[in-house]
């Protein structure tokens, strides 16, 4: 497998992972809270809350910067042998930058179900 099959194959599971991740983990937590009686003063849960919001950032923009590093440049690599190419290697890094927006809002969200 090359390096460009690769690459958008990883990008392709980190996106389902973190779709996965909002539909199930944020659902799940805040049944969980829902069910317990009088679970807004939980230490424990707020405190899980914190901590879930700052890994979804973190991670997020952690593996945007890695995506863009490598990306970014392959792109002006491409851009100085052809310039025609500029749309493409835009494309691409724009994805990239996409991956950090994603996990701000799982972060937002997360921080938001704080009380």
Same mark, same amino acid.
């Given at each position: 497998m090359n390096a460009k099959k690769k690459f958008y194959l990883l990008l392709a599971i980190f996106q389902v992972v973190l779709t996965f991740t909002v539909f199930f983990s944020v659902d799940g937590i805040v049944?969980?809270?829902?069910?317990?009686?009088d679970a807004s003063t939980d230490p424990m849960t707020l405190s899980m809350f914190a901590i879930s919001a700052a890994?979804?950032?973190? #991670?997020?923009? !952690?593996a945007s910067a890695w995506a863009i590093r490598t990306t970014g440049t392959a792109a002006i690599s491409a851009l100085s042998e052809r310039e025609g190419s500029f749309f493409q290697a835009f494309l691409v890094v724009a994805l990239?930058? #996409?991956?950090? !927006?994603y996990g701000l809002i799982v972060g937002i969200l997360l921080w938001t179900k704080i009380p």
């Open positions: 049944n969980m809270v829902a069910a317990q009686a890994i979804a950032t973190g #991670a997020s923009v !952690i990239c930058e #996409a991956l950090a !927006i």
